[in-house]
């Protein structure tokens, strides 16, 4: 392939138009056209940006067929992964934000004689939840169709792609992590607050409502940390095949965690409607569910690491 041939594959890779590329290189749009019918060369500095530009050498620009080194998603992967990824993080901010919805009720609206706040706060959550849980099963079943459709991909993500999702994921976990040490910082700083006294006549709860506040900031951070994840997974093909083969290490690791991880949510479910039922502490119970979440990651990275000690 020549090296006019090669440069328009590449600018139509990055989705450039020749002006865009012209642009970025300094030069006109007519040099990119002639470089592209191999009616004239570029000089050599520009010959470099070009290779620095598409991250490929000099040797494969100008002499080898640049076009059969990539891979191309026919199976459209990447698009079933993005919304898959959309619909699970709005599942989980859906759960989280209903907590949340929950706790700000039951601390602006106080108990009155005809109805109980604590039941009708229980009902918006479960409300999110019935949402959350029919987005789950549609996704999950839309997710089982296209693995059994396309059980092998083959890894079409360039290295560049691979680098720049890397350093977005750590924008996106850093984020994660501040925001709930503002929440932390927020609920510390109203326990300082004198109350005035018309909040107590009015019976408003501002320890509740800080609490709101902080699990709002607990609700942003992990669909963050959610949508990391699975957008991180999308990448790992290599997963995604072995997860494939009933035989290998990895299908037989991630359906232990999945086991593990399900009847761990389970207890934390029936613990928090028995709370709720039996001793009416729907404002308070919603706290078992952080609290057993981060023990599936705890037991996740044990049997990840007993598997790897195995191997």
């Not at 705890?298 to 790897?308: E, P």
Request: proline share 2%; charged share 20%; hydrophobic share 45%.
């Amino acid at each position: 392939m020549s090296l006019g041939q090669n440069l328009q594959f590449l600018r139509k890779q990055k989705e450039m138009t020749q002006e865009q590329l012209a642009e970025t290189l300094e030069v006109s749009r007519q040099s990119v056209s002639k470089w592209e019918s191999d009616t004239t060369y570029p000089e050599t500095d520009k010959l470099l940006q070009i290779a620095n530009l598409f991250h490929c050498t000099l040797d494969d620009l100008m002499q080898k067929d640049i076009s059969s080194q990539y891979v191309e998603d026919k199976n459209h992967y990447d698009q079933h992964k993005n919304q898959l990824s959309k619909w699970i993080t709005i599942g989980v901010g859906l759960i989280l934000f209903g907590l949340t919805i929950c706790t700000f009720l039951m601390a602006i609206l106080p108990n009155r004689e005809g109805y109980d706040m604590d039941i009708i706060s229980a009902i918006v959550f479960f409300l999110f939840v019935v949402v959350a849980v029919a987005i789950f099963i549609i996704t999950g079943l839309q997710d089982s169709y296209f693995v059994k459709k396309h059980p092998f991909i083959e890894d079409f993500y360039t290295e560049e792609e691979k680098d720049n999702f890397h350093k977005k994921n750590i924008i996106l976990i850093t984020s994660g992590v501040v925001l709930i040490i503002v929440g932390l910082i927020i609920v510390m700083a109203a326990e300082a607050i004198t109350l005035p006294e018309y909040i107590g006549q009015n019976n408003i709860n501002l320890e509740d409502i800080m609490g709101s506040i902080f699990l709002l900031c607990v609700t942003i951070a992990v669909t963050l940390f959610v949508y990391a994840g699975t957008q991180s997974s999308k990448y790992n093909i290599k997963h995604y095949n072995l997860m494939q083969d009933r035989n290998s290490q990895t299908y037989k690791n991630d359906k232990k965690k999945g086991l593990y991880c399900g009847c761990i949510m389970m207890v934390a479910t029936i613990i928090y409607l028995a709370c709720g039922f039996i001793r009416n502490l729907w404002h308070i119970a919603w706290v078992v569910y952080p609290i057993f979440g981060v023990s599936c990651g705890i037991i996740s990275m044990i049997v990840d690491r007993n598997n790897n000690e195995e191997e």
